[in-house]
T-cell receptor, first 114, second 111 residues
């Protein structure tokens, strides 16, 4: 099975711009979670989508949003970029059907805000 | 609510053993261990459920002490490939999608 894929792998944007990141989960996985990883804060949960519905949301401002499509692919959008948004954005997919549910991470999108 | 990992960093020689701990102030349902190498995605190692048994494969194993709400990751006879940052992710409930991760333990294995 192919793993979780994320595009693009690298992005450079300037303050005030917006950005859209994409995540394709492992085939058969219906849940997609997004995390932000920075050296200072570590891995922080952004949101989770399941069956095109947001299931959970972390403590991030409304500039961060996401959605999921019927094929389980997910996108996250960050509007009005700030310097502090520079981070590695990881998505993780899982089946969401068993108690030993494991999240599998994609390679991430490295976002740099100038 | 963020679990506390210890130590923050450890340097080993090939063949040495290491233990990484992950402690929570909350009652946990599960603990998930990942290893991340620089510039790569976190790779799943194993999951421990409350009431579950100690897990392990190859020379890496883990346990979960429910009384202490602490999980420990054991790396025995370390190899160069074990180098990386180890994270524990915790869930308070079954099917919880928002894992809460510790800050990580950087493990360096030297020849």
């Amino acid at each position: 099975k192919a793993g979780v894929t994320q595009t693009p792998r690298y992005l450079i944007k300037t303050r005030g711009q917006q950005v859209t990141l994409s995540c394709s989960p492992i085939s058969g996985h219906r849940s997609v979670s997004w995390y932000q990883q920075t050296p200072g804060q570590g891995l922080q949960f952004l949101f989770e989508y399941f069956s095109e519905t947001q299931r959970n949301k972390g403590n991030f401002p409304g500039r961060f949003s996401g959605r999921q499509f019927s094929n389980s692919r997910s996108e996250m959008n960050v509007s009005t970029l700030e310097l502090g948004d520079s981070a590695l954005y990881l998505c993780a997919s899982r089946v969401l059907a068993v108690s030993t549910d494991t999240q599998y991470f994609g390679p991430g999108t490295r976002l740099t805000v100038l | 609510q963020q679990p506390v990992q210890s130590p923050q960093a450890v340097i080993l020689r090939e063949g040495e053993d290491a233990v990484i701990n992950c402690s929570s102030s909350k009652a946990l349902y599960s603990v998930h261990w990942y290893r991340q190498k620089h510039g790569e995605a976190p790779v799943f190692l194993m999951i421990l459920l409350k009431g579950g048994e100690q897990k392990g494969h190859d020379k890496i194993s883990a346990s979960f002490n429910e009384k202490k709400q602490q999980s420990s990751l054991y790396l025995t006879a370390s190899q160069l490939s074990y180098s990386g940052t180890y994270f524990c992710g915790t869930a308070l409930e079954r099917s919880q999608g928002n894992l809460i991760f510790g800050k990580g333990t950087k493990l360096s294995v030297k020849p």
